[in-house]
């Protein structure tokens, strides 16, 4: 009997996992008193963690328990504000405006910051899901008012890149990366009224997670490459080297046919609405794109992993959503389980030349079976040999697995996204699909030599975890990162021009065994400020092919550089000041918003005008943080007990 009750359980999870979730859903608008949209308003379900945020015309959309819940919103400059649903779909509220006070702030010597009153956010409510201090430790008030550790959201840490003397280190080597989701990231940590722990901040994602107008490739290579040098905005003594990368657009009917297999998280862990039913929603979307040459199959985790959805037509979009719809959580989440299915899904679907692809959709919460970060990347690098690369959509908060996620699709030859939003989710897996699905290049390296005559140091700004030994560029079996049909990827290099005094570059003694490296003078290359040089795969190749690029000493004022160089310039310097970097210099909050208002350009999807926005909040949250009745040490909080 035992032995029946063992082997009947797994079914028995599967299928309560299949079970039909009732969920209410509210859509409506955001304004102010005058009507005028409130862009990135936060919306969320009293009593829970469920949330999201209005996009940059105010509208949203959230998925509630019930139709009896109460929707709270709120933004920074205005007045929260409850509404009961009381079982309508549509309802559209307006925001009262207030002037911004100074938080009732307290410092804890262990545990960051605790908050007795927010006079300005209206109350307790942007804070109920806890709060992240700078060391990266999130808290919440017990029921004695103790601050306890309740959120394992994980990141790694980052080592800023330094000042490197040309003539000791004239080579600078790094894999290019697509990834945006630190961008989306930042934005739900600000539209919930706080500032994001350094480890979340990776200055190239958020300067990626934009396009840029480069030209579109020529001569049958499958990107171009475009350069521009100008004063770098936060210093004056230094330069800014931007290096953009533009791939070949391929219209979406002429991509390759899809093999899809979404494997999606239905543990315990993903119930709230901004994970689980955000994913089905998300998923939706991507359904619609869909063609009859394409196929999709679902395979679901948690307790065990199953095939919830056999490969289907995309013709049949019934079907499929049917199977999304099914989908409810509950459970422990067996990873390991659930991705060795996928793949092998995957490999017996196999479309030659096509696109091969595992769409992980989770919070990171791997708990149960194969969970360690280096079994699980040994597992998805033996699979990605095979031709199916992996996509890694993250979802939710409390305990988002940034770092683990980020390593599975750097490891699977893929791509990582977080989903804060059905805004999002339109973004990464509609108006991005054939770039975030289909790649024209695999392992694409950058490589840079600068002269010595021209550059005194230099420093990559971000990419930390992205650097490459200077011996792996010529490496064909060293891994790096995709660049998608109709992909940006941009770089930007500070640097110190020869003859600049810097505290930046530190002097080392005379080398006593060989000479020191002297600068080239009056050769045919001194009109030259460095080579950027890229390696990179076919899709389905194995020896890399080499491009060079001199780029020319010809520097133009800021203010005549292009949007993208501006924009680009923006976004780094406002990651400079979130991440509070020894490297900011004079950069400022006001310097970050008035460089991006004169680079937005069309901004047809107001992208770049939520950024905009973003900046303005984070220098309210940055200047409240500083406000001088914020006591350190934690004194006052042991004095109130």
Not at 328 to 334: F, K, L, N, P, Q
Not at 432 to 438: I, K, N, P, R, W
Request: net charge neutral.
């Amino acid at each position: 009997m035992k032995r029946i009750i063992l082997m009947v359980m797994p079914l028995l999870l599967i299928m309560l996992a299949f079970r039909p979730v009732k969920i209410h859903t509210v859509s409506g608008t955001v304004t102010d008193e005058k009507g005028m949209a409130v862009p990135f308003a936060s919306v969320k379900v009293k009593g829970t963690t469920t949330g999201g945020a209005a996009d940059s015309k105010g509208n949203y959309q959230i998925a509630a328990p019930s139709g009896n819940a109460v929707l709270q919103f709120s933004a920074l400059g205005y007045e929260n504000l409850e509404v009961n649903i009381s079982g309508r779909n549509s309802i559209h509220v307006s925001l009262k405006s207030v002037s911004l006070k100074t938080e009732d702030v307290m410092v804890n010597r262990a545990y960051g910051l605790k908050v007795k009153e927010s006079r300005q956010f209206g109350g307790r409510a942007p804070l109920t899901s806890g709060y992240i201090s700078r060391d990266e430790t999130y808290y919440r008030p017990d029921k004695d008012g103790e601050y306890i550790d309740f959120n394992r959201e994980g990141y790694d840490k980052i080592t800023e890149n330094r000042f490197l003397k040309a003539t000791d280190n004239p080579l600078s080597t790094f894999s290019i990366d697509v990834d945006a989701a630190a961008y989306s990231n930042i934005r739900r940590f600000i539209n919930n009224s706080q500032l994001p722990p350094a480890g979340a901040v990776r200055i190239e994602e958020m300067v990626n997670y934009f396009k840029y107008e480069y030209p579109q490739p020529a001569n049958g290579d499958p990107f171009s490459i475009n350069t521009e040098i100008s004063d770098a905005p936060w210093n004056k003594d230094h330069k800014l080297v931007l290096i953009g990368l533009q791939g070949k657009k391929i219209p979406t009917e002429n991509l390759p046919a899809s093999n899809l297999v979404f494997l999606i998280d239905v543990s315990g862990s993903m119930q709230t609405a901004e994970k689980l039913p955000l994913v089905k929603s998300s998923m939706k979307l991507l359904v619609d794109q869909l063609r009859q040459e394409d196929r999709i199959s679902i395979v679901v985790y948690a307790g065990a992993a199953g095939l919830a959805l056999a490969p289907t037509s995309g013709a049949d979009k019934t079907k499929i959503k049917d199977a999304i719809d099914r989908l409810e959580a509950g459970g422990s989440t067996a990873g390991g389980a659930g991705i060795k299915l996928a793949y092998r899904v995957a490999a017996e679907n196999f479309v030659k030349k096509g696109n091969n692809r595992v769409i992980l959709c989770t919070d990171g919460d791997f708990n149960v079976g194969e969970s360690s970060d280096d079994a699980m990347e040994r597992l998805i690098e033996q699979e990605r040999k095979g031709g199916v690369f992996l996509t890694v959509l993250g979802y939710g908060m409390g305990n988002y697995q940034d770092a683990k996620m980020q390593k599975l699709a750097d490891k699977g030859n893929g791509n990582h996204a977080y989903i804060d939003g059905i805004s999002e989710a339109k973004k990464v897996l509609v108006n991005e699909f054939g770039g975030t699905l289909f790649t024209i290049a695999k392992d694409v390296k950058l490589q840079v030599e600068f002269n010595p005559a021209k550059v005194q140091g230099y420093r990559l700004i971000g990419y930390e975890n992205r650097m490459l030994a200077k011996e792996d560029f010529n490496d064909d079996k060293k891994d790096a990162g995709e660049l998608g049909s109709g992909h940006t990827v941009t770089a930007l290099y500070e640097i110190i021009p020869v003859g600049v005094k810097s505290s930046f570059l530190q002097k080392v003694d005379s080398l006593k065994y060989q000479a020191n490296i002297q600068p080239l003078s009056k050769t045919s290359y001194n009109q030259e400020i460095m080579t950027v040089k890229f390696r990179y795969k076919a899709p389905d190749g194995e020896v890399s092919k080499l491009m060079e690029h001199p780029v020319k000493d010809r520097q133009i004022a800021i203010a005549s550089t292009s949007e993208n160089f501006r924009f680009a310039a923006a976004v780094a310097e406002f990651g400079m000041l979130l991440r509070e970097s020894e490297f900011k210099s004079s950069a400022s909050f006001n310097n970050v918003v008035a460089m991006a208002r004169k680079a937005k350009g069309t901004d047809e999807e107001g992208y770049r005008a939520e950024f905009i926005r973003l900046a303005e909040s984070a220098q309210m949250l940055a200047a409240n943080k500083k406000d001088p009745k914020i006591i350190r040490e934690g004194e006052e909080v042991r004095s109130e007990k």
